[in-house]
């Protein structure tokens, strides 16, 4: 009716516009045409976007192909992401992980890296109150241990994008930076960094070589525990409670407790800890605090101010 009109092959009067035999071939193209047209204008094209956009969490995995070692490799990690709806990109030489994830417009921040990659995208997720993914793919995975995620199934820790299942947890602050597991002061500090050293040179025993520089070093460091001098060789402040070993850390039954634990040990090898429970901790050294953040080895300066965060980071688990 409609493609008549448009015609006017309706008015009686009217002399007629096409040959009667062109004029029902583009009747039925025109109506076949504004039949189309109102369809489309009809469908509920909004309610299936939002149904998806509700039902389906967009996301951004940044992937560190230097941590750890094995399988899956990066590129199978890409492409399981990938698969699964979710942006995946392999940091290249040079790139920054923070400054990528600030770029993005994503509603879910993942990082797939080892304890120290993690901190970075975990601090703009936490910024934008944004969940955070954690994909276990380093070494020793502490913080993904800690979620209750398999440390060595790093493709199934990519369920919790669109798992629904959200948790929040406690941070700790140090400065401007953000930790998920602990600060480290003294002999474990000095063997980060050594580690790392020798690393760069491609030292195939970077850990042992590190190891062995370090026990060298006998003389305690020199620092405070809020305005208290410690004669310690190791001081660790956790986020949240850890059971300790003398070089590994045992795991945390919460990380939601509100509390930062410092642990000072004065031995070379510790058979006990003094522990300190608080919010806040003061750590201060004239010769300046050399420090891991996480296993990443920073300079902090003569002072660091370290707190807890309570609930920051919205957690996305499967």
Known sequence: MLAEQLLDLRNAGASPVLDPRLRKVVLDV??????????????????MGRAAHLERRDGLLLVNPH?????????????????????????RDGEDAEELARASDAEA????????????????????DLPFVC???????????DI???RKDPLAALAAFDSGRE?????????????????????????????EEHRRRRDAFARLRALWLTARHRHPEPLTLNGERLDARIVLVANNAYDLDVFDLGARAALDEGSLYAYVACGWLPRTWDEHVGETFTIESAAGLRAAI??????????????????ALRILVP
Do not use: C, W
């Open 109 to 128: 921040l993942g990082m797939a890296g080892g304890d120290g990659s993690l901190g970075p995208v975990a601090r703009v997720a936490l910024e934008r």
């Open 135 to 145: 994909v276990p793919f380093g070494t020793r995975n502490h913080f993904a241990r």
């Open 167 to 195: 948790r929040r947890i406690d941070v700790g602050r140090v400065g401007e930076r953000i930790f998920l597991n602990n600060v480290s002061f003294g002999i474990y500090a000095r063997l980060v960094r050594r580690r």
């Open 148 to 150: 209750g995620l398999d």
């Open 30 to 47: 025109m109506k076949a045409t504004i039949v189309h047209t109102v369809m489309i204008d009809q469908e509920p094209l909004g309610s």
């Open 294 to 311: 996480d296993g990443e080895p920073v300079d902090l300066g003569e002072r660091a101010d370290l707190r807890i965060d309570p609930g």
């Open 67 to 91: 941590s750890g070692r094995g399988r899956p490799d990066a590129a199978e990690l890409v492409r399981e992401a990938e698969k699964r709806g979710i942006e995946a990109h392999v940091l």
